[in-house]
């Protein structure tokens, strides 16, 4: 079959990684600490970090993998979508590699690969299955018919969840990532301490920029009787805006099995890694009688071990591009 390096430089997660016939061998992130100062990624300061982790990435991941640059037969990266100056980076550097080793180049839509990265460990999803893709910048309910023929049938109509929860943090004075403090803070919270509004959207559409007012205004209101509110509320309000949050995303997704009478349910994104998301799923698999599908927590967020099964799957097809190929900050599927 094949030997395929894979290049993820979409945001600010530098990783590669080597799949051999459908199989990960290595998966090397390489994470940016440099935008913690700034409360949210700086994309100038996310390109020179990638520029300096991409060949020790890339390094560690053939030594990992105990190949040798012989033996890889072709490169697949993230061509978008992402920060401009990120893929410019990782795009640049698969090109060159490909070119060097006289190799094809395979490109990869960075959401597709959140979907087939449920392909790399077993249980793999049966055809047709929903896809809940949800990130800090990508909220959908994906079709998905087979590896290259997907469909969305519902998608944030302004901010994404993953936005919603860093936003949350933000106003609770949390540091930046602040999606994953959220989460660890809600785990000792009650759910039901707080209401927050569910955004009545029709359709199998989002919206999250209502509730982001709702609780800013909610904060604000309440540290204006109590300065200490947010500090011995913490757990609550975290609980309690999490469980919103999840709650909105299920519900679309209950609304979407029921309409393409779907039993198989998967979820993909950075924000498939929150505890509270992963264990109501559960929860609701069991009413709903769902089979689903949750990825292991190193494939949740951006890594290459993704980019790297959706190139296997590219590569069997002969699924090629050439070295005029340039990275798209927006890319549809």
């Not at 990992?64 to 490169?75: G, M, T």
């Not at 980076?89 to 190799?103: E, M």
């Not at 109509?157 to 929860?165: N, R």
Request: negative net charge; contains cysteine.
């Amino acid at each position: 079959m094949a030997t395929i390096l894979a290049i993820e430089s979409s945001c600010d997660e530098t990783s590669a990684s080597i799949c051999k016939d459908g199989k990960i061998l290595s998966n090397i992130i390489a994470t940016q600490a440099v935008h913690e100062k700034y409360g949210g990624v700086v994309p100038e300061l996310a390109s020179r970090a990638h520029q300096q982790n991409i060949i020790p990435v890339v390094v560690e991941a053939i030594l990992a993998a105990k190949v040798s640059k012989k033996d890889i037969e072709a490169v697949a990266f993230t061509r978008g979508p992402g920060l401009l100056g990120s893929l410019l980076v990782g795009t640049s550097f698969a090109k060159g590699f490909a070119l060097a080793l006289n190799v094809p180049l395979i490109e990869i839509n960075h959401m597709h690969a959140h979907i087939l990265a449920h392909f790399i460990d077993d249980p793999k999803p049966a055809f047709p299955f929903l896809c809940l893709t949800v990130s800090g910048g990508h909220t959908q309910i994906i079709l998905v018919k087979d590896y290259f023929d997907i469909e969305i049938v519902g998608e944030t109509t302004d901010d994404a969840a993953g936005e919603a929860f860093d936003k949350t943090a933000k106003i609770l004075g949390l540091p930046y990532p602040g999606g994953p403090l959220v989460d660890k803070q809600a785990r000792l919270g009650n759910p039901h301490a707080f209401n927050f509004p569910e955004p009545q959207i029709p359709g199998l559409n989002f919206s999250f920029s209502g509730l982001k007012t709702s609780i800013l205004y909610f904060v604000r209101d309440h540290k204006k009787l109590d300065p200490d509110f947010v500090q011995n509320n913490m757990t609550d309000i975290c609980a309690s805006v999490q469980y919103r949050i999840v709650t909105i995303l299920l519900n679309k997704l209950k609304k979407a099995a029921k309409q393409y009478n779907i039993s198989h349910v998967a979820i993909a994104g950075g924000v498939s890694a929150n505890s509270g998301l992963r264990d109501l799923l559960t929860e609701t698999a069991a009413k709903e009688n769902w089979q689903i599908y949750i990825p292991a927590f190193e494939y949740c967020t951006d890594n290459a071990a993704m980019i790297a099964i959706a190139g296997y799957y590219k590569y069997i097809h002969g699924d090629f591009v050439g070295q005029d190929v340039s990275p798209l900050a927006r890319m549809d599927f």
